[in-house]
């Protein structure tokens, strides 16, 4: 048996895969922020700790010190985004329909609940004096641990869910634990009508932690140093907007992979729960103790060439959304949008149904397949390059990225070609390169 044979077969797949990244994955989480606060981010000094015992027995004394604050502070956020959720009015709208029928429903809500939370942050910390935000720097660590914990809990609850009582008929069970935990059972679970579980952790906690954090991070590094740097101020301004975008493009991430095809399991629901928050917003955390300043045109150009990249991501999905809202009767840069109507098969319970999706060949993805994954990758390179210093690990979120969306393109790649055939072999002949023109 190949290499090939053997990272692909069953047992890789359903056991030794799913068994090695969980339990790696929780410790990496709190090991990064662990490195950043109290080893300066460097990879030296984080393994100086850990092998030396020092890192376990400061996570234990932060635990001891900062656990329960951490805690009241978690439950007040994730209670005050459950409010938002279930509470504001928006527009109505309907997911994509899946292979069983099922249409999932939704309110545009989220750029709303984006700006409420940030004029409430402001608030309680500025005007009223209720919090001060850079006491979530001092919890930081504790709360990481803690959300660790919640994660492994809430995951076995959607596995329970999802073999006692789903909320639709999207779902696929393996009938091996480890599998299931890990990738999960239901494709949209729920609570009731309306608590929509992967919006709540996928947007109202991992997203809304995003902006936020940044925003504590420059808090603290006032109470240090009596000011915020300029390159801080780069860092969460971009993020800010960044977050923005996807707030107010929400509806449109509805109809992405993390919600049309990945479950609700340990994988996207720990990644957003505890990932994003760990992993994201690092170069921000290494500013905090770490200030820079950078000369006004370099700052000048960071900031504008941060929003140009943030702006063209934007503009590649609103093309994609645009002719897919349209049936394809719509312009792509004055011009008639070109595309390709592809039909395909899809199979369920023995049943074979037709299907067509349309394959947009102009604009954006007319350069390439994924070019909208250029500006993003750029984009978190300019506010991560306010921190300046020669390290590794600041950089990590760029590294992850990188990694993640080539590959992504890839794997999305394959999948096309399997669904629409001969179709994607047309729009592969139009759009020769995945990322990069010329080069991938």
Request: hydrophobic share 40%; with cysteine.
């Amino acid at each position: 048996m190949g290499a090939e044979s053997i990272i692909g077969s069953p047992l890789v797949g359903n056991y030794i895969g799913p068994t090695f990244i969980m339990v790696w994955s929780i410790p990496f989480a709190i090991l990064q922020v662990y490195c950043h606060i109290h080893e300066g981010g460097t990879i030296s000094g984080l393994i100086e700790s850990v092998s030396s015992g020092k890192a376990l027995q400061i996570v234990g004394e932060e635990l001891q010190k900062n656990g329960w604050n951490a805690f009241v502070m978690l439950v007040c956020f994730m209670a005050f985004e459950l409010v938002l959720l279930l509470g504001l009015p928006g527009k109505k709208y309907d997911g994509p329909k899946t292979v069983t029928g099922h249409v999932p429903k939704y309110r545009d809500t989220g750029l709303t609940a984006y700006i409420i939370t940030l004029l409430t942050a402001y608030l309680i910390s500025e005007q009223l004096g209720w919090f001060n935000l850079a006491l979530v720097y001092d919890y930081y660590l504790a709360a990481i641990v803690e959300m660790n914990v919640f994660a492994l809990v809430f995951c076995l609850f959607l596995y329970i869910k999802g073999r006692t009582f789903p909320s639709s008929t999207d779902n696929h069970f393996d009938g091996i634990f480890v599998a299931d935990y890990y990738r999960g059972i239901e494709l949209y679970p729920r609570i009731g009508k309306h608590f929509d579980i992967k919006m709540f952790t996928n947007c109202r906690f991992g997203m809304m932690t995003w902006p936020l954090l940044p925003l504590c991070f420059a808090a603290k590094q006032r109470e240090l140093y009596g000011e915020i740097s300029n390159s801080m101020w780069l860092s969460v301004a971009l993020q800010l907007i960044y977050c923005a975008k996807f707030f107010y493009w929400e509806r449109g991430y509805m109809g992405t992979t993390d919600i049309m095809h990945d479950r609700g399991g340990y994988y996207i629901c720990w990644g957003c729960l505890c990932y994003l928050p760990s992993t994201y917003t690092v170069h921000t955390l290494f500013l905090t103790k770490y200030p820079y300043n950078y000369s006004a045109p370099v700052g000048a150009f960071i900031f504008v060439a941060g929003v140009v990249c943030i702006f063209v991501n934007y503009w590649a999905d609103y093309q994609r959304m645009k002719v897919r809202e349209s049936d394809g009767d719509c312009k792509i840069w004055g011009k008639k949008a070109e595309i390709i109507r592809a039909e395909y098969t899809e199979t369920r319970e023995g049943k074979t149904e037709k299907k067509k999706n349309i394959l947009l060949c102009s604009g954006f993805w007319g350069v390439t397949r994924h070019f909208h994954y250029v500006p993003e990758i750029l984009a978190s390179v300019f506010w991560a390059c306010p921190i300046g210093h020669g390290l590794i690990l600041p950089y990590f979120y760029v590294i992850f990225l990188t990694i993640l969306l080539f590959h992504r393109a890839g794997r999305d790649d394959r999948k096309c070609s399997e669904k629409y055939g001969p179709y994607w072999t047309e729009y592969c002949k139009k759009v020769q390169y995945r990322i990069i023109p010329y080069v991938y």
